[in-house]
Each structure stands twice: as C-alpha cells, then as structure tokens.
C-alpha cells in the first residue's frame, strides 16, 4: 500500500536550518511528481514546493524561494526539503504529498506530518 513518512521536523531559531524527509513505498516513486505543502492551525494547506519525478523541475511558493530546496533521491524513494534561513512564519506541520492513480482510481496522498517550530 502507498505510504508517505516525513522525518526530520524540530524546533530551531530563526535562521536556523532543517531538513526534512519524505519516505515513500508502495508506489512506483521514480515516476511521480510529489509535493511539499505545510498547515498552520486554522489555515488551509499551503503548496510549499514541488519536483517532478526526475527531479528536472522544481516550483517554490514565493514565501520559500531562496531559502528551501527540494530535492529527491529516487534510488532511496526520499524527497527531501532543505530549509534554510528559517523565520517564525515558517512554523507549521509540514506533508508530503502524491497525486497517484492506484487500482485505477486516482487519489492524493499524505503523510501524517512532521512539525517545524522556530522560535523567535
């Protein structure tokens, strides 16, 4: 069955930095553009970045460009967000996500989170 697993949240300071991980299974992972969104309580779930299955092509939401990199490891089935000069406003739980077609029917998934706290 498919399954997305983020690791690597934490609390830093601001300008601080992470690296978060996405382990994915049960899928063909060389194939599928996955994503990186976050959520804050009360809010909807912000598109942070994006990589297509080669890792040819990366998109960043305007708030992350400079600072986060998403890359992937397609012999490991990891996709990876480095987070670079963190600020408070990046404090959120942060998903990974794939829009794949399963059984014929296709369906977004998700992974339970991993949280970043960055103290001011």
């Known amino acids: 069955q498919v399954q997305l697993v983020e690791s690597g949240g934490g609390l830093v300071p601001t300008g601080g930095s992470l690296r978060l991980s996405c382990a994915a299974s049960?899928?063909?992972?060389?194939?599928?553009?996955v994503r990186w969104y976050r959520q804050t309580p009360g809010k909807e779930r912000e598109l942070v970045a994006t990589i297509t299955n080669t890792g040819g092509s990366t998109i960043y939401a305007d708030s992350v460009k400079g600072r986060f990199t998403i890359s992937r490891d397609n012999a490991k089935n990891t996709v990876y967000l480095q987070m670079n000069s963190l600020k408070p406003e990046d404090t959120a739980v942060y998903y990974c996500?794939?829009?794949?077609?399963?059984?014929?029917?296709?369906?977004?998934?998700w992974g339970q989170g991993t949280q970043v706290t960055v103290s001011s």
């Open positions: 996500n794939a829009f794949l077609s399963v059984g014929g029917h296709w369906n977004l998934y």
């Open positions: 049960g899928f063909t992972f060389s194939s599928e553009t």
